[in-house]
C-alpha cells in the first residue's frame, strides 16, 4: 500500500471493502485490494462535495436585494461561460451552459487543489481527464444526435461530397475519437509538467525560489480549464450547428 | 587572434578525442537520456517557434485592429494550447518509452 493522504485512508477505511467486492464483481482487479481508493479519487470526490455545496449554498440564499459573496462568484462564472458560449456556440447556447460550466469548475479546482504542498493534483494521473474527456465525447455526440437527428448527423462523418465518403468516414471517426486522447494528453502533459518543473525547481534550491513556479502552476491551471471548456464549446459547436460544413 | 584558430581547433579536437580513447572497452554509453533531451529539444524549440510566429501574428491583428480584442484572445490561447499539446505529446512518448 503506498503512501497516501489522511482523507483517502480514512475513506479506505469506510469504504474499502465494498469497493474492491463491487470492483471485482465488475472483473476489475485493484492493484491494492485493502486500498482500492486512490489519492486522486478521494481528491476528486473532495472536490465534487466542495462544489456540490457551493451550489447548494447558493441556491439557498439566492437573493435580488442582498446578493452575497457566494451569488456573486457564482454570477461572474455564469457571465464569464455564458459569454464564452454565446460567442462560440451561438445562437441557442443556454442548453449547453450547464455542462460546460460543470466542466470548467470541476478542472479548474481539480487543477487548483494541486497548489497545497503535498496534495498532487488529482488531473496529474491520467485517469482523471481520461474520464473528463469520455463524458465530454458521449455528450457532445448525444447532442449532435438530438439537434440533427440519426441521419442528419451522420451525414456529418461522411462529408461534402457523396462519392467521397468512403475516404471521409474513417479519417472522420479516428479525428472524432482523438479528440478524446487529445483532451485528456494535454490536460495531463501540462499539468504533470508543472508539478514536475516546481519539484525540479524545489530539489535544486529549496527556499523561496520554488513559490515562483507555485504562480506559473496557479496559472497553467486556469489556462487549461479555460482550454477544456473552450474545446467542449467548439467540438459542440460543431456538432450541433446545421450549416453544411 | 587568428593565427590562433588553428592551435584552438586541434585543443577543441583533443578535447573530444581525449574522452573517447578513455571510454574505449569500457561498459556500452546509455543514449536513451541523450535521446529523451535531443527529442524534447526539437519540439521545444519548433513548439516555441510556432507559438512566436502565433503571438507575432496576432499582437499585429491587435495593433491593427484593437476592437477585436475578444475574439482574437480565445483563438489565441486556442492555438497556443493545440501547438503546445504536439509538445506534451513527445514528453508523454518520452516519459512512457523511458524508464
Not at chain 1, 447558493?58 to 446578493?67: A, D, G, I, N, Q
Not at chain 1, 482550454?227 to 459547436?237: A, C, K, N, Q
Not at chain 2, 501547438?83 to 514528453?91: A, G, N, P, R
Request: hydrophobic share 55%.
Amino acid at each position: 500500500m503506498p503512501d497516501s493522504l489522511a482523507l483517502t485512508r480514512f475513506l479506505n477505511h469506510l469504504f474499502g471493502g465494498v469497493v474492491t467486492s463491487l470492483l471485482q464483481m465488475l472483473g476489475v482487479h485493484p492493484a491494492y485490494p485493502d486500498a482500492p481508493i486512490t489519492d486522486a479519487f478521494a481528491l476528486e470526490l473532495l472536490v465534487a462535495a466542495c462544489l456540490i455545496a457551493f451550489f447548494v449554498v447558493v441556491r439557498l440564499t439566492l437573493s435580488v436585494e442582498k446578493p452575497n459573496p457566494a451569488q456573486h462568484i457564482a454570477e461572474m462564472v455564469h457571465d464569464f461561460t455564458g459569454g464564452m458560449a454565446d460567442q462560440i456556440i451561438g445562437h441557442g447556447y443556454e442548453k449547453y451552459q450547464a455542462f460546460v460550466t460543470c466542466i470548467f469548475l470541476f478542472v479548474l479546482s481539480n487543477n487548483l487543489v494541486g497548489l497545497i504542498p503535498g496534495v498532487p493534483a488529482p488531473t496529474t494521473s491520467p485517469v482523471v481527464p481520461l474520464g473528463l474527456a469520455i463524458p465530454t465525447f458521449l455528450y457532445y455526440n448525444y447532442q449532435g444526435f438530438r439537434a440533427q437527428g440519426p441521419i442528419g448527423y451522420l451525414k456529418h462523418f461522411a462529408g461534402p461530397i457523396w462519392w467521397m465518403a468512403w475516404l471521409l468516414l474513417p479519417i472522420e471517426l479516428v479525428s472524432h475519437f482523438a479528440r478524446i486522447m487529445s483532451l485528456t494528453i494535454r490536460l495531463y502533459a501540462n499539468m504533470f509538467a508543472s508539478d514536475m518543473l516546481t519539484l525540479g525547481f524545489f530539489s535544486l534550491i529549496p527556499i523561496g525560489i520554488p513559490s515562483i513556479f507555485l504562480g506559473l502552476h496557479a496559472f497553467v491551471s486556469v489556462i487549461q480549464a479555460f482550454i477544456f471548456m473552450l474545446l467542449t464549446m467548439i467540438y459542440l459547436s460543431l456538432a450541433v450547428s446545421h450549416e453544411a460544413h | 587572434m587568428r593565427k590562433f584558430q588553428p592551435v584552438f581547433m586541434v585543443l577543441a579536437v583533443l578535447c573530444c578525442a581525449i574522452p573517447a580513447f578513455a571510454d574505449s572497452g569500457s561498459a556500452a554509453i546509455n543514449l536513451v537520456p541523450i535521446g529523451a533531451g535531443i527529442g524534447m529539444a526539437l519540439a521545444a524549440g519548433l513548439c516555441g517557434l510556432g507559438q512566436g510566429k502565433a503571438t507575432a501574428s496576432a499582437c499585429e491583428a491587435l495593433a491593427r485592429n484593437p476592437g477585436a480584442r475578444g475574439g482574437l484572445m480565445i483563438f489565441l490561447i486556442l492555438g497556443l494550447a493545440l501547438i503546445e499539446s504536439l509538445t506534451l505529446f513527445t514528453l508523454v512518448i518520452i516519459l512512457l518509452k523511458v524508464k
